[in-house]
């Protein structure tokens, strides 16, 4: 019987060749053929296929490379940010709306877009039965279909995001595509600390999410883990441009990566005239030493960007979502953002942060920075 070709990835031209020499080191033949994700377009990835015997072997290697998130310290000499975003898709409306809006950005700030796609497989791990592995006879068949659909799915989707942004965009925010096997979160952690985009956009339902509490979203538990910022764009966002964005919201808790985070915002925003706003929630009555923070914040900030439009205020209350939708609408805000700080498994469970919580109750875009 002969035997089949499994089909590792599809990758930009660069990262297939880095994962064909790795392959090729390991003894694993390896086969590279062109795909044409847009229909009379150029080719604009490549298949990384392998034989069906070295399947096991190849797919922990392509893990190595470009999935699962590795554990050891993190090193100081880190790769230099790369001007591009990486947008994970999923094929929803919501990631679709997020797709707008990245290469939008990607075409003022000079960079391209990686889109990146995951899906799981049924497979397993060989059976052990003395020197021989037992497999199901009907995996390969599964597996194949699967990848077809993918494909199919994936070609549709970027087909109506290329559609809705128009070809002179399309083109300047030189897009590259990732399809692989895995799991999403991992894939996209890992993907942020090997290649260090300047950014990463992603979908999410928004406001009204049933599904908004469980601690396995992939938005939230990206945006606990990296330290590339995150921009999560909601369904029903208002914003499908960025010239849209005339206010914009960083909630500051004081903390000392404020300057940090608002430097970075800002030039993000740097090709837009936007309005920004520093925020503080605090029930009434203010405490003295806030009151003090804010007004320090103040001069520091038209000190420093003496050219920029800003405005510093308190947000009152006793519930914190509830007065900041309140501020979102009196100042039509249109872009939120927040540093958050990193907190193990068990603190994110009993005690969500402030940056998870929003994520799940407002239609606002929501930009995180990490401290």
């Not at 960083?250 to 800002?266: E, G």
């Amino acid at each position: 019987m002969k035997e089949r070709l499994i089909t590792v990835a599809i990758l930009p031209l660069y990262k297939a060749q880095v994962l064909k020499s790795r392959l090729e080191s390991e003894g694993i033949e390896c086969f590279l053929q062109d795909v044409t994700l847009i229909e009379g377009a150029p080719a604009s990835g490549i298949k990384v296929s392998i034989m069906e015997a070295d399947m096991k072997k190849a797919l922990s290697i392509a893990e190595e490379l470009f999935g699962k998130e590795k554990r050891e310290a993190i090193k100081a000499d880190e790769p230099p940010v790369e001007a591009s975003i990486l947008v994970p898709i999923d094929f929803s409306e919501y990631s679709l709306t997020a797709s707008r809006l990245a290469v939008d950005l990607a075409c003022h700030l000079d960079a391209k877009v990686v889109f990146m796609h995951s899906f799981m497989t049924p497979f397993t791990y060989a059976v052990h039965y003395s020197d021989h592995f037992m497999y199901d006879t009907n995996f390969v068949k599964t597996l194949h279909t699967i990848e077809e659909n993918t494909q199919q799915d994936f070609e549709s989707f970027i087909a109506s995001v290329k559609k809705e942004v128009g070809k002179v965009l399309w083109k300047k925010a030189r897009p590259e595509y990732m399809i692989k096997t895995g799991e999403a979160e991992e894939d996209i952690i890992s993907y942020a600390k090997e290649h260090r985009p300047m950014l990463i956009v992603m979908g999410t339902r928004g406001a009204g999410n049933r599904y908004g509490d469980l601690i396995g979203s992939v938005t939230a538990e990206v945006i606990t883990r990296v330290k590339v910022p995150v921009l999560a764009v909601p369904k029903d966002s208002a914003v499908k441009t960025l010239d849209q964005v005339h206010n914009v919201l960083y909630a500051t808790k004081f903390d000392s990566k404020d300057l940090l985070s608002i430097d970075r915002l800002l030039s993000l925003l740097s090709p837009f005239d936007v309005k920004l706003f520093c925020a503080h929630f605090a029930p009434q009555p203010h405490d003295f030493w806030d009151e003090a923070k804010l007004e320090g914040l103040k001069e520091m900030l038209h000190k420093k960007y003496s050219e920029r439009n800003f405005e510093v205020a308190f947000i009152e209350g006793e519930d914190f979502l509830i007065s900041i939708e309140s501020f979102i609408r009196d100042n039509q805000i249109d872009i939120i953002s927040l540093t958050t700080h990193k907190k193990n498994i068990i603190a994110r469970m009993f005690n969500p942060g402030i940056a998870r919580k929003m994520l799940f109750h407002t239609n606002t875009p929501l930009l995180i920075f990490h401290s």
